[in-house]
């Protein structure tokens, strides 16, 4: 017995003899790749070796993109880069960025240090990667001032550029994460490295730490390294809080393949890893430390938010009305609760009652977007948090460069927006209509995966391949089902045995015997093999 060892659709002028690459050929598969490469000479041939090039893997190829990406960044950022903002720079050339004003506001530049000195509104990982990045800066300006032939720059200008290059080390780790979790799809990690989201966000905030700490996290997790993958998931919730949603996903496709104690040990070694950095500081500093949560509890919604958008249009007559400043909004942070809450729940009863257990990546998406969605908060330069998650959920060039594109003009309309009708700026109408739009695109993004959930014969990370279950899935991938909930609540799978649609993973019989795959002249498809629940339909791996 072995798996399907057949390759993806070949072209629709294929050769009768199937092709045999060792992976997917994004131009052969996805309609906006295939019309891109147009400009290059068109789709590869099929008669083109793939998966022998020698030195431009998929992976040198991908880094590469990622750090023209970042120099472009750079080259947005730059000119707010040295703290001067005469004018309104920040918002005229769209470079504002959170590091330059705080490094005068924590006092980075008198030598303070994050929370042992100054108050921080930011978990401690956070802090750390700011005092670092205003340790080594501090070296270079001691250095230029001692040694001629080096610039001298203001010190904010220093800091901003270390901190930069601290955030290029992190989105380089994210691609070299994402690239092995999508399995035979390498090249699905260009829609990473070529994101606009990236372009417009990378250098906003500290953001790119935690999602190159969740991605290697969830990488450690493919490759059955529980302990490590807890860890580095711990070490992303002390970073930003938003990786402990990672684990909650794990939570739940553990629960239904009965793997809790793989996901107890990865739990475990993340609580140890997130203690390990918060309980130092905590208590050399305890009120300092706890100034995030209490700031994160009294801060109101933010203008990006729908609920900000809510409260604007109604003259601040709901929820609860006009506040003080430092006043805790009680009843909008209640609201938010129940209605995460009733996420989880939702996600909870899709991954349960699933006909095929979701992948990995596709849960923690949902979980993520949606507490953007119904969160207070929703800064522009979240956006990042999701970035590998989508691609990894549902990689489809076209819905995702619609979903960045409309993250990209929240920023371009909030910066208008700060600017001032007086300055040429744009009236709030404008920019609200950016946030509407932007979170219509997020849950359509939202309702087409989890409809490739219900319908997994429609995701293309399952179809596109024969013998794909989950890449990013670790001890998940290919387990049988425990729990699951049927008609009557939870019941145990048949022997453990889980319906697998076309391109799940499959065993062969002798050939001749109806197991094996059918090769067509003209384009691969796989036939499904006996036993396959009824219901599951065929499609083109590209459609769509």
């Not at 100054?118 to 230029?144: I, K, N, Q």
């Not at 600017?419 to 087409?448: C, H, I, P, Q």
Request: glycine letters at 10%; one cysteine or more.
């Amino acid at each position: 017995m072995s798996t399907i060892p057949t390759g993806p659709s070949a072209p629709a002028d294929g050769p009768a003899a199937c092709p045999e690459p060792d992976r997917v050929v994004p131009t052969w598969t996805d309609p906006v790749v295939a019309q891109a490469s147009e400009a290059v000479g068109g789709p590869w041939g099929r008669h083109a070796p793939v998966g022998r090039a020698s030195f431009w893997t998929p992976l040198r190829v991908c880094l590469l993109f990622t750090t023209t990406v970042l120099a472009l960044a750079w080259l947005k950022q730059a000119p707010c880069s040295d703290g001067d903002w005469t004018g309104s720079l920040q918002y005229t050339h769209l470079c504002y960025s959170d590091p330059v004003p705080l490094f005068g506001v924590y006092g980075q530049g008198e030598g303070a240090l994050p929370y042992l000195d100054a108050r921080v509104e930011y978990p401690v990982l956070t802090g750390a990667a700011m005092a670092l990045a205003a340790l080594f800066s501090g070296w270079y300006d001691g250095l230029a001032a001692a040694v001629g032939g080096l610039p001298a720059v203001p010190p904010v200008q220093s800091y901003t550029v270390v901190t930069a290059l601290l955030m290029s080390v992190c989105a380089v780790g994210v691609t070299r994460a994402v690239l092995p979790l999508t399995g035979r799809r390498p090249w699905d990690t260009a829609m990473v490295a070529l994101s606009p989201v990236l372009l417009v966000y990378a250098f906003n905030n500290w953001d790119l730490l935690a999602v190159a700490l969740a991605t290697l996290g969830m990488w450690a997790w493919a490759r059955q390294r529980a302990v490590l993958a807890g860890a580095l998931l711990g070490l992303g919730v002390a970073a930003k809080l938003y990786p402990v949603l990672v684990l909650g996903a794990l939570f739940l496709l553990c629960l239904r393949a009965g793997a809790l104690r793989v996901w107890l040990r990865a739990a475990f070694a993340a609580a140890a890893a997130w203690l390990a950095v918060n309980l130092p500081v905590a208590l050399l500093a305890p009120e300092n430390w706890g100034w995030f949560f209490a700031f994160s509890r009294q801060r109101p919604a933010n203008p990006e938010s729908i609920w900000n958008v809510l409260l604007t249009v109604t003259g601040n007559r709901v929820l609860d009305g006009p506040l003080a400043d430092g006043q805790t909004p009680v009843v909008l942070n209640a609201v938010v609760a129940v209605l995460l809450l009733a996420l989880a729940a939702w996600v909870a009863w899709l991954v349960l009652s699933a006909p095929v257990r979701p992948r990995v990546a596709q849960v923690a998406f949902l979980l993520v977007a949606g507490f953007l969605l119904l969160n207070k908060v929703y800064s522009p330069q979240y956006a990042l948090w999701l970035l590998p998650l989508a691609v990894l959920a549902r990689p489809r060039w076209r819905s995702l460069l619609v979903w960045q594109v409309s993250e990209a003009l929240v920023w371009v309309l909030t910066m208008l927006y700060y600017l001032g009708t007086e300055n040429r700026g744009v009236e709030v109408e404008w920019f609200f209509l950016a946030v509407l739009v932007r979170d219509a695109v997020l849950v359509a993004l939202v309702v087409l995966v989890a409809r490739e959930v219900r319908r997994p014969d429609d995701d293309v990370v399952r179809t596109s391949w024969p013998g794909v279950d989950d890449p990013a899935g670790g001890p998940l991938n290919g387990a049988p089902d425990v729990v699951t909930l049927g008609g009557r609540g939870p019941v145990l799978s048949p022997g453990g045995a889980r319906g697998v649609p076309r391109g799940v993973t499959q065993q062969l019989g002798p050939p001749g015997d109806g197991t094996w795959p059918r090769c067509d002249a003209g384009r691969r498809s796989v036939t499904a093999p006996r036993g396959t629940p009824a219901g599951f339909r065929s499609g083109p791996a590209g459609a769509g």
